[in-house]
Every structure is written in C-alpha cells, then in structure tokens.
C-alpha cells in the first residue's frame, strides 16, 4: 500500500536557524508530492508540491526535491522565524490500482516551534 | 474570493444524536472530500465525491453518511453509530478526480457532551 514517513517532532529551532523535516514514501505507480502547513486551529493550506521526479518545489522561503531514488521529499528552509510555527504534513497522492481512485495520503505531521 | 467554508467552527453534540457538518465551495471544483484528524495524527479518509450525485466510502466511512445535491455543496453527517466523533472534520476539493492538488477548508471541530 501507500504510506508516507515523518519526522517525530516537535522539531524546536531558534529564529533564523536552517530546518530540514524529512519525508520518505512508498507508493505504487507515480505519485505526485505535496507539503501541506497546518497553523494552530485552521485547516491545511498548500505550501508547495512536486509532479515528478527531480521536480523542485518552492514557496515563501520553502523547498523540497522529488528524488524517486531515495523515494524522499524532505522540506527544507534557510532561515525560520517564529511565524513559520505550525506543524507540517507531507503527503502523497497516486491512482489506486483497486480502487482508480486517486487518494491523498498523508504522514503524521511533524511540529515546528521557532523560538525568538 | 474562491474558497472553501466550512460551518460552523465548533459544533457540540449529544450522546445519540446526528449532527451535519456543512462544506461549500465556490471554486468550481468537480470533486470533495471528507477528511478527519485526531490529535497527533495525520488525516484519514471518511467519504469522497467525483462528482454530483456520486460519492464513495473511503478508509473511515462508518458512522457517517454524505450527500452531494450541489456542485458547490458536501455536508456531511455524524451519526449516531459513529462511537467517537470528537475530531476536527476537515473539507477539501479539486479540479476533478484526476486533480493531484486538494484545497482545504478551515476545518470544523466536533466535541460530544
């Protein structure tokens, strides 16, 4: 089946500090990647996604490689600040070979803390 | 603004009783989707819709039910059978069933009295 594997948090930086969340899959067929931010009593908003392999996504200071060799799509920033708290899910979405459906799978999500 | 809404922000319910979480968008999207996540966890999948008329089970579908009338419109219902609904409910869409990319909604949180 689908999965997809996080990083336990809460992953705790000072401001300004460079981050890095991992993120590995397994999915049958081609998934297309996603990172999706969660702030604290609101929905999922799209922070920036990949098609395929070697695709680079990017948002607001944001990015994550596709790497199909390592089946990676770790989320990484130069310098976080305190805004950047929330927690974080990487997710993947694929075609269902029982089902043809296409479903979004998500990890667990990791929490990011910027401190000042 | 196209977007998602999602009613009301917090909703309570008694012990035996069926609520009905609303779900609107103006994005024009074909398909929706019910999502439920508990604390410290990602999210599951409760119901979907490709398209009006039409909806499936996905991983978590017992104790709800869903209708889809409305291009624009999915609630959904908590019934009475679902044994333990406190979660936050969350709405998405996409372009279609083959859209990759779901927007979310702001989410509904459902406590029991």
């Known amino acids: 089946g689908n999965s997809v594997t996080q990083m336990e948090g809460p992953v705790t930086l000072s401001e300004e500090a460079f981050l890095t969340i991992n993120c590995t899959y397994t999915?049958?067929?081609?998934?297309?990647l996603f990172w999706y931010v969660q702030y604290p009593g609101e929905g999922l908003q799209l922070l920036l996604k990949?098609?395929?392999?070697?695709d680079k996504g990017s948002n607001k200071g944001f990015e994550a490689t596709y790497r199909k060799e390592t089946t990676s799509f770790h989320l990484e920033k130069g310098s976080v600040q305190v805004s950047d708290s929330a927690v974080y899910f990487c997710?993947?979405?694929?075609?269902?070979?029982?089902?043809?459906?296409?479903?979004?799978?998500f990890g667990s999500g990791t929490r990011l803390q910027v401190q000042p | 603004d196209g977007g998602i809404t999602q009613s009301p922000k917090y909703l309570f319910r008694k012990e035996g009783q069926n609520v009905t979480l609303s779900c609107e968008q103006n994005?024009?999207?074909?398909?929706m989707y019910w999502y439920r996540q508990d604390p410290g966890q990602g999210l599951r999948l409760i119901y979907y819709s490709q398209i009006v008329n039409d909806f499936q089970k996905g991983d978590i579908a017992e104790g709800y039910s869903v209708s889809r009338e409305k291009k624009e419109s999915f609630p959904l219902t908590v019934t009475s059978a679902q044994k333990n609904p406190t979660a936050f409910y969350l709405c998405?869409?996409?372009?279609?069933?083959?859209?990759?990319?779901?927007?979310f909604g702001p989410g509904t949180r459902l406590l029991v009295l």
């Open positions: 994005l024009n999207h074909d398909a």
């Open positions: 998405a869409s996409s372009i279609g069933p083959e859209g990759a990319t779901q927007y």
């Open positions: 990949a098609t395929k392999a070697d």
């Open positions: 999915a049958t067929g081609y998934p297309s």
């Open positions: 997710a993947l979405s694929v075609v269902s070979m029982d089902t043809g459906r296409r479903a979004l799978t």
